[in-house]
């Protein structure tokens, strides 16, 4: 899976040292800036962007408003909640419904980098159990809870916040990315928004689920044996499972396995 990973991304010779980010950084590290008065809807935006990256293997150009990549940008519309109805409604359309009515979430990524002819991709992922312990988040209950705040706008990014008139976009991702991996006593020179693909991939490599799941999820190039492949909705739910979990990729873990880790007394987050 690492071979196919680095085969994948060699226009950067980065990428290879990019640290992973885990689910318990992310979580940690919000809660961390929750603390702060100055906590609002942009800090909101980039917390969840940072779970969808994870939960969905994203290159950030699938999900955030980037120049040169607006083919792929995920708009307001391409992220619906599945009712119990079984109506599917768009982010943008939420207003008039209740979170007690909500049964998941559906994500359409309009296109990959390597989907040449446009087909795209959509991800299912039902309300996590979050009574299980090993269950840090519901990607769908985040999402659910970003829109109500948020207000998407249909026809803009996913990530436009109407009330600041402010789009989430990479560079500052990447910024706040880093202060996350300093906070971790990561080198933040090793940390991006690929780390939040290779966090996800690994955490579902962690759990033992098959490469073809993994390389699907992520929407590398595939060999010839994924052609046969077909997605399922327990093939999501498995993998929402694994994504969810923080003792099998942690900050902790990440540190005990690269060299050069930040070590001592005070261990950050």
């Excluded at 950067?12 to 100055?38: F, N, T, V, W």
């Excluded at 312990?133 to 109500?148: E, F, G, P, S």
């Excluded at 910024?175 to 966090?199: F, M, N, W």
Aim: proline share 4%; net charge positive; hydrophobic share 40%.
């Amino acid at each position: 899976m690492v071979n196919t990973y680095r085969a994948e991304m060699n226009k950067d010779e980065k990428d290879p040292q990019r640290l992973p980010i885990s689910i318990d950084m992310i979580i940690g590290y919000d809660k961390h800036l929750r603390c702060s008065k100055d906590y609002g809807l942009a800090q909101l935006a980039v917390h969840t962007a940072q779970l969808l990256g994870y939960s969905t293997l994203s290159r950030v150009s699938e999900y955030l408003l980037t120049p040169g990549e607006t083919e792929h940008l995920l708009l307001s519309e391409c992220v619906l909640f599945e009712m119990h109805s079984g109506d599917l409604v768009p982010s943008c359309d939420i207003l008039d419904h209740n979170f007690r009515d909500l049964k998941g979430c559906v994500i359409d990524i309009l296109s990959a980098k390597n989907d040449t002819q446009h087909k795209g991709n959509r991800m299912h992922f039902v309300l996590a159990d979050l009574t299980d312990v090993n269950q840090l988040y519901c990607i769908a209950t985040k999402l659910w809870d970003y829109a109500r705040a948020s207000r998407p706008v249909r026809g803009r990014s996913f990530f436009f916040i109407p009330a600041i008139q402010w789009t989430l976009k990479p560079p500052y991702f990447n910024t706040c990315l880093k202060q996350l991996a300093i906070a971790y006593r990561l080198d933040p020179e090793r940390v991006s928004s690929h780390s939040l693909r290779i966090g996800g991939a690994s955490a579902l490599a962690a759990a033992g689920l098959p490469d073809y799941v993994i390389m699907d999820m992520g929407r590398w190039r595939s060999l010839a044996f994924l052609t046969y492949i077909r997605k399922s909705t327990e093939m999501f739910e498995a993998a929402r499972n694994a994504l969810a979990r923080g003792d099998l990729l942690s900050a902790d873990k990440t540190r005990l396995l690269n060299p050069r880790s930040l070590h001592s007394t005070s261990r950050g987050l």
